[in-house]
């Protein structure tokens, strides 16, 4: 069983519509979780983190984690064609803070 | 400041060459990683340094070599790698207790 899953996508959404990206994990030593958006034949580029329960802002971001029910999302309001790329989620554990454990990724396409 | 430096960009070699990636940071970070990454994929870790010893080999082959000069710098020595070894290889650094992970922009390696 791979620690982080994400669905490969393609999610489309119209321009201004929310996007919702999704990520389940199977450690519960699961310790710090992470967003990352990458660019084609760009490196990934941290979008949030979060490491309590609830709901955490940035901006037209938001990350929910549950760690009742292992699972972590991302939230983007008002999106835009330059949102469009591939969001990596990502975990750390509390025994081993230096091992990053990344889904495979979520495209997102973003149409005009 | 949160940036992560990589050199060459781009780095085409044969077989039989020898070549080094370099990886620079300034943030104070204590962990620094090499990661690969292949084309639709997610990020591979395949070194990490703590405090600048190094303390997770992901049983990379050890035609790759990594070094930590010192707490700022990590290099990739390549030897003798195959066309496989084609990628993106990332360079990344993180804060004590793992919060936030930090990419370099990459170099893309070829290797005819």
């Known amino acids: 069983q791979k620690e982080v899953e994400q669905n490969s996508g393609p999610l489309s959404v119209p321009e201004g519509a929310i996007a919702s990206l999704n990520c389940t994990y199977s450690?519960?030593?699961?310790?710090?979780f992470f967003w990352y958006r990458q660019y084609s034949g760009k490196s990934p580029e941290l979008i949030m983190f979060?490491?309590?329960?609830g709901d955490k802002e940035d901006g037209r971001f938001t990350a929910q984690l549950n760690k009742a029910s292992q699972y972590v999302s991302l939230l983007i309001r008002d999106s835009q064609p330059s949102d469009s790329a591939t969001y990596l989620c990502a975990v750390n554990m509390t025994y081993n803070f230096n091992k990053f454990y990344f889904g495979s990724g979520t495209k997102l396409n973003v149409k005009p | 400041d949160t940036e992560v430096t990589q050199t060459p960009k781009h780095l085409v070699m044969g077989m039989t060459n020898k070549k080094s990636l370099k990886c620079e940071q300034h943030m104070g970070h204590r962990a620094m990683y090499w990661y690969k990454q292949k084309a639709k994929k997610p990020p591979e870790l395949m070194f990490v340094y703590s405090y600048e010893k190094l303390s997770i080999n992901e049983s990379v082959p050890s035609r790759f070599s990594p070094e930590c000069p010192n707490s700022s710098l990590l290099n990739l020595h390549l030897h003798a790698l195959q066309p496989e070894d084609s990628a993106l290889y990332l360079c990344?650094?993180?804060?004590?207790?793992?919060?936030?992970?930090?990419f370099g922009p990459g170099t893309r390696l070829t290797v005819l």
């Open positions: 450690d519960r030593g699961s310790q710090s």
């Open positions: 979060i490491y309590s329960n």
């Open positions: 990344a650094s993180s804060s004590e207790q793992g919060f936030t992970q930090y």
